[in-house]
């Protein structure tokens, strides 16, 4: 299935705690995105990467660093993790030279911090 | 700064229509998105709209009006599966998706 696809989809964990969101999409997109919605359902833009390059990079703590291996995969690693980042992580992918693609979101990683 | 106003939640019958606001104030304006998020899942793409007037898709339908800052999603023949989010997002001139809040719409039988 062509799809953006992001692991873990539920992930529970303790305060201080380090860990990683993946994310893979197979579209032949070279742009991918995190985002962030919160319990108030706004989607924040986090990070946005073209062809591994970072080139959006919103005000977000640098316990949070995205890494890029290559244009379909996008990852999300947070160290020290607070109570304030449990929310729900989306993955998205999109094409860059057209900048009005809509984008293809992943089923989103619902972080619990405990 | 940059604004997107949504009503927070509506409520419509089944068979019904119901027409869905998005008022935005940003800096430039290079299209405007709608998406649907169903409860606990991803947003997915409805429309897109950057000159004024009307997209018409089945029962989906979306407006804009550029000059008042202004569009609006239009959902005919509502089905109990058209429960969900409606998310509003404009591209400004940026490039950047500015994102609202989403109305949750409520079906009834």
């Known amino acids: 299935d062509t799809a953006v696809s992001q692991t873990p989809k539920y992930l529970v964990t303790q305060m201080g705690n380090d860990k990683s969101i993946k994310c893979e999409q197979n579209?032949?997109?070279?742009?991918m995105y995190w985002y962030k919605q919160d319990s108030k359902k706004f989607l924040k833009i986090m990070f946005s990467?073209?062809?591994?390059?970072?080139?959006i990079n919103e005000t977000v703590p640098n316990r949070f660093s995205p890494k890029s291996p290559d244009k379909a995969h996008l990852n999300l690693h947070i160290n020290s993790l607070e109570l304030g980042d449990s929310a729900v992580y989306f993955c998205?992918?999109?094409?860059?030279?057209?900048?009005?693609?809509?984008?293809?979101f992943g089923n989103g990683t619902r972080l619990t911090v405990t | 700064g940059q604004n997107i106003d949504q009503p927070t939640e509506m409520t419509a019958t089944e068979g019904a229509i119901v027409q869905i606001n998005c008022t935005y104030q940003?800096?430039?304006?290079?299209?405007l998105f709608w998406y649907q998020q169903h409860a606990g899942e991803a947003p997915t793409f409805l429309s897109y709209?950057?000159l004024d007037g009307l997209e018409e898709k089945g029962r989906f339908s979306s407006f804009l009006s550029r000059s008042k800052g202004y569009s609006y999603l239009l959902l005919k023949e509502l089905q109990m599966k058209d429960s969900a989010s409606y998310l509003c997002?404009?591209?400004?001139?940026?490039?950047?998706?500015?994102w609202g809040a989403g109305t949750k719409l409520i079906i009834k039988p």
């Open positions: 990467y073209n062809n591994k390059e970072l080139i």
């Open positions: 709209n950057v």
């Open positions: 998205a992918s999109s094409f860059f030279v057209d900048r009005n693609s809509p984008l293809h």
């Open positions: 579209l032949g997109h070279d742009t």
């Open positions: 997002a404009v591209v400004d001139s940026n490039y950047q998706l500015i």
């Open positions: 940003t800096s430039g304006f290079n299209g």
